[in-house]
């Protein structure tokens, strides 16, 4: 079946601007996880949805960054006054609420780039 | 600090010969260990987990991975490499607690298999 798809695979934008990032999980996972990833780095946890409900956003950065997932299903996160710190691939991940140890399955990731 | 460590940048192989990819961890408790694979200009893929019992856990595409408990290691491992396992490995740890979701990741490995 499809994986998790994220759009856009690219964005550029100018420091100070706004973006929003989509991420589609695989049907039927109740679980969203968003994390960034820097040059060089591993991923690092931003937040993690239980359904519609933001369960654990202790990794977002600061008030800047939002994230909302209205219906249970696709995630938005939004980003306000970009700074180039920001730019990195920003990553999705869905896993299946019921599973003893969830297995997180991640999608492509968006490239942020903020000039 | 709860961390994961990779303590190489980069491990060399020659095809068919067996490789090693190190893990090390310090967290608190009895947490639960990943293997992910990214190849370039892809998602992370999921190769194995360990939640409890076995130390040796077999997952995805020949790989196989050792869980040390006195040592804290999760050394990832396959008994005969190929070119197409050329990658860059990440190892990621999650605490056993309550509604914890995060995953902790190291710096990754990237591996080169020579032909």
């Known amino acids: 079946g499809a994986g998790v798809s994220q759009t856009p695979s690219n964005k550029v934008t100018e420091k100070g601007k706004y973006v929003e990032l989509r991420c589609d999980p695989i049907s039927g996972h109740t679980a969203l996880y968003w994390y960034r990833q820097s040059l060089g780095q591993g991923p690092e946890f931003l937040i993690y949805?239980?359904?519609?409900?933001?369960?654990?956003d202790s990794g977002l950065p600061n008030d800047r960054f939002f994230a909302v997932r209205p219906e249970g299903s696709v995630s938005t996160l939004k980003i306000q006054r970009t700074e180039r710190g920001d730019s990195a691939v920003y990553l999705c991940?869905?896993?299946?609420?019921?599973?003893?140890?969830?297995?997180?399955?991640f999608g492509p990731g968006t490239r942020l780039l903020v000039l | 600090a709860q961390s994961v460590a990779q303590p190489e940048d980069q491990v060399n192989v020659a095809e068919g010969n067996p490789l090693t990819v190190k893990c090390t961890y310090s967290v608190s408790g009895n947490p639960y260990l990943f293997w992910y694979v990214q190849y370039p200009n892809r998602g992370l893929q999921f190769l194995l987990k360990y939640i409890t019992g076995d130390n040796l856990v077999k997952g995805s595409y020949g790989f196989e991975a050792e869980f040390n408990k006195s040592q804290t290691s999760f050394h990832l491992k396959k008994p005969s490499a190929l070119v197409s396992d050329s990658a860059l490995y990440f190892c990621a740890v999650r605490l056993n607690a309550g509604n914890n979701r995060k995953l902790i990741w190291g710096l990754g490995t990237s591996l080169a298999v020579n032909p």
């Open positions: 991940a869905s896993s299946l609420t019921g599973d003893r140890v969830e297995t997180q399955y």
């Open positions: 949805f239980q359904g519609t409900g933001a369960a654990d």
